[in-house]
């Protein structure tokens, strides 16, 4: 496999500390190589580690890392789908003395001060330690899992994006809810929760959240976001401990939900994403690197189209939502772009990241016109 | 259940607020429905119904709540259970049962008529016992009988499971002994829902009592003078007052705005520790001391007694009389509140800060008082620490801070400047350097759960100022985390889950 690195000689630290002494905004040297093979259309990249957000803006004719964004506490982090906004989940403990996590939101540019803070919203009294957020295709909603806090918080959406001052919450007796996900079809939501080793289809309603239909996981849940399929109808979510994949079948307007199949992983799978029209991607971790695989899901079964192996351990992945169907991986030191899964190509620029830690989260945001 | 009266109902709109009209905040905070039980069955069943729909539950007996623990719910469950309110006596054994939503002024009448007992608790008719009696609640008796939750023998209690399942409890010294612990002045920490208190024995009511009002040439009076009022009052209850003897007699005294007709005086209630009120030389006693400062004597509320009569002719009453004729509290209105216990007399610079701020034109000033409670005898039997979950046990005086206002415009500048009024007090040289602020030092003992007050929230450290400095919240975090597993009981001061759970 062919593998083309932008600047080896480029160290980490070299990558970002350069740009940000260069001006945030410049282009880094060494980087049109690295993106004039890329076809992407224009995007943000941003990458949640070691206390900050690092923004890149990723378009046809340049990677730019734009700046880095301190962030407290950070929990998980959505983008608006229509807007340039980014939402991001903070664990912290208490919220003005009150123990709460918060939800920050922020506007995105691809100026020097890539993320500008434009509100703070406070989750419902004792829905601490969110895990993760999910914005609702239309825009108008936002759900955060709480684990610690056993509940559900939904806030609701003006027209700018800006998140209502009450989050409205649902107490789950028992749950640790972790990961959820918006259809991408529909204001309905799948919620994770991998204590009590069920799925939770919710829906965000005026003035409360509705519990629509649950599920009893057959093999468990593992703490990770499930993933939807393209036309909302199937939803696939990694089992206890990442062991195997099942499918279940989503049917918003009976509001039900069925287990179709499992499937077993080589190894843990550590990353599920839809990608496709009527695919979802796995991210597995092996000894040697990363196995990137292409499962088509049909009412049958899962069906594994094509895999990729990388040679690097990836941390954490990122799909774009439109057509370029470009990945964005991150390791413990570098992006990866692959244009496609079938593309030989696998191009790279290396990060400067402050901190060695597995705790790396990459979202892909389009820049829509 | 009653009723279940939600936001499109016509009764919603009476029955949302508390007597705090403060809370709630917004309309976008207000529970989604109001739920009216009366009987311990429909509590459960609207909890359990609440818990499985994952609507948070507030709870509210008589509607006193001083912070938004209550009305405050967005879209969750607010179970009233004012309707939850017999009071029964069992004939052969004179066993008490009170159930939470029965108000105190209900409760001494069926207790006095039915047994000749009562409880030793708060003042205010209208205030339920729910709350009351669950987080210490204290009154003109409790010097000379403790609190009322210390005669508490059980309780019925109502907890949620992990599994989110209601269960119904009942708990003595015996059966969930930690729980009936945490219930007697912990109890509005985040447990459960109280649906009885039982007391096996309950003291015996006084026959008659001495009750009257003094009132002091406030307008007049200068700092010095101020300042040795306090410490007069103060150094009474720090040392005769400590007497047996003198725990029949409990004393209120009041300063607000320092202008014509200004109020500065006391309240006071007397009887001997026989529950008669025939040997009055405690109680003169205690008045000689204040002769220097001019008083004038007069009824309840301040009505003035005529020139040149026995000040005290008109004063003696039976208790029931007295312990039923206090309506206050019973309207709604916008107000905050703070608190604080001191185990000594006032120092001078205390008096200073109190006597600046009431001799300024603050419209909090005008607006407000500080009371300084007569507290200790009996409260203070130390075997009670390990017994309850109150910590202050020996306190001579509880200070307690009212508020009042009517236009929501106006709560920043009244809740800020009586926050700054009482942090002013704190601070100095008198409260260590890392407590600056709060009634923390040899001092004090902090703060009374009843009287919460989310200011003291900023402070890291508030539930040691609620709880004491000892394991007591370490227990009732235990306890929380054996009982509530899901925080499904939780408020702004409610006892928090343990780390890591």
């Known amino acids: 496999m062919k593998r083309r690195e932008t600047s080896p000689q480029l160290s980490r630290r070299d990558f970002l500390g350069g740009a940000l002494l260069a001006g945030a905004a410049a282009t880094m040297p060494d980087l049109p190589a690295f993106t004039r093979a890329v076809k992407s259309q224009p995007a943000w990249l941003h990458l949640a580690h070691g206390g900050s957000i690092h923004t890149f803006t990723a378009d046809a004719g340049s990677l730019r890392f734009l700046g880095a964004t301190p962030i407290e506490d950070f929990a998980a982090f959505a983008t608006h789908p229509k807007l340039p906004i980014l939402y991001v989940a903070r664990d912290c403990a208490q919220w003005e003395h009150l123990p709460r996590g918060v939800v920050s939101t922020y506007a995105v540019d691809s100026g020097t001060q890539p993320l500008r803070l434009i509100a703070q919203t406070p989750m419902a009294l004792s829905s601490t330690g969110p895990r993760s957020l999910a914005v609702s295709a239309c825009g108008g909603s936002l759900l955060v899992a709480s684990s610690t806090g056993r509940a559900w918080n939904a806030l609701a959406l003006d027209a700018s994006g800006v998140p209502g001052p009450v989050a409205v919450t649902r107490k789950d007796a028992g749950a640790a809810p972790h990961g959820v996900l918006f259809s991408p079809r529909e204001a309905l939501a799948a919620g994770v929760d991998p204590e009590r080793e069920r799925l939770t289809l919710l829906q965000p309603a005026s003035g409360g959240l509705n519990i629509l239909a649950r599920i009893d996981a057959p093999h468990g849940l593992a703490a990770m976001t499930p993933a939807w399929t393209r036309d909302g109808r199937y939803l696939i979510a990694a089992d206890r401990n990442g062991a195997s994949l099942s499918t279940y079948a989503v049917d918003a307007s009976s509001q039900c939900i069925e287990h179709l199949h499992s499937i077993a992983m080589e190894t843990p799978v550590q990353s599920v994403l839809m990608h496709t029209a009527d695919g979802v991607l796995t991210l597995r971790t092996e000894e040697r690197g990363s196995v990137l695989e292409l499962w088509r899901v049909t009412a049958g079964g899962l069906q594994r189209e094509s895999s990729r192996a990388i040679p690097e351990r990836a941390l954490s992945m990122a799909a774009s939502s439109q057509e370029d169907g470009m990945l964005w991986l991150a390791t413990e030191d570098r992006l990866l772009c692959l244009p496609s899964l079938h593309d030989a190509e696998i191009h790279s620029a290396r990060v400067s990241l402050k901190s060695r830690t597995a705790r790396v989260s990459l979202a892909h945001q389009p820049m829509l016109s | ?501």
């Open chain 2, 1 to 501: 259940m009653d009723a279940v009266v939600d936001q499109k109902d016509r009764r919603y709109a009476a029955l949302l607020h508390g007597r705090n009209l403060r809370f709630p905040e917004s309309p976008e905070v207000a529970p989604g429905s109001i739920v009216l039980c009366s009987s311990a069955t429909d509590v459960r069943h609207a909890l359990q119904e609440a818990v499985s729909r994952g609507l948070r539950p507030t709870v509210r007996s008589g509607g006193h709540c001083y912070e938004n623990f209550s009305a405050t719910n967005p879209g969750g469950v607010l179970l009233d259970i004012s309707l939850l309110n017999r009071v029964s006596v069992d004939a052969a054994s004179k066993h008490c049962r009170v159930e939470p939503g029965a108000v105190l002024g209900d409760v001494y009448q069926a207790l006095y008529k039915r047994a000749g007992v009562t409880l030793p608790a708060g003042s205010c008719y209208t205030v339920g016992a729910g709350g009351h009696i669950s987080g210490g609640g204290y009154g003109l008796l409790s010097r000379l009988h403790g609190l009322s939750s210390d005669w508490l023998t059980a309780v019925d209690i109502l907890t949620v499971d992990n599994s989110g399942t209601v269960k119904e409890r009942h708990v003595n010294q015996k059966s969930d002994p930690d729980l009936f612990r945490a219930c007697r002045g912990a109890g509005s920490a985040g447990f459960g829902i109280i649906t009885s208190y039982y007391f096996e024995q309950l003291p015996t009511a006084p026959r008659e009592v001495i009750e009257f009002g003094v009132g002091f040439p406030w307008e007049t009076m200068s700092e010095e003078q101020f300042t040795d009022l306090l410490t007069t009052f103060g150094d009474y209850w720090a040392t005769r007052g400590r007497d047996p003897d003198t725990w029949g007699l409990f004393a209120i005294l009041t300063v607000g705005a320092r202008k014509p007709r200004g109020r500065l005086g006391m309240y006071i209630q007397f009887c001997q520790p026989n529950g008669s009120a025939q040997d009055l030389y405690v109680l003169h006693e205690f008045l000689d001391r204040f002769d220097k400062f001019g008083p004038s004597y007069g009824g309840r509320g301040g009505a003035p007694a005529k020139p040149h009569s026995d000040p005290l002719i008109h004063a003696r009453k039976p208790w029931l009389v007295a312990a039923t004729s206090d309506h206050s509290g019973g309207g709604q209105i916008r107000g905050k509140f703070k608190s604080a216990y001191m185990k000594r007399s006032v120092t001078p610079q205390e008096a200073q800060t109190i006597y600046r701020f009431y001799s300024g034109d603050s419209v909090t000033a005008q607006a407000s008082v500080v009371a300084f409670d007569s507290y200790g005898g009996a409260v203070n039997r130390p075997e009670l620490l390990g017994e309850t979950a109150i910590a202050q046990r020996s306190s001579i005086m509880k200070l307690q801070w009212q508020c009042y206002w009517q236009d929501a415009s106006d709560d920043p500048q009244y809740l800020r400047e009586l926050d700054a009024f009482y942090t002013a007090l704190y601070s100095g040289s008198h409260v260590d350097a890392d407590h600056q602020g709060t009634p923390w030092g040899d001092g004090y003992e902090g703060c009374y759960m009843n009287y919460p007050d989310a200011d003291m929230l900023r402070y890291a450290y508030w539930p040691s100022l609620y709880y004491g400095r000892g394991d007591l919240y370490a227990f009732l975090q235990q306890v929380k985390h054996s009982y509530d597993p899901n925080n499904i009981f939780h408020h702004a001061m409610s006892v928090r889950p343990l780390q890591g759970t």
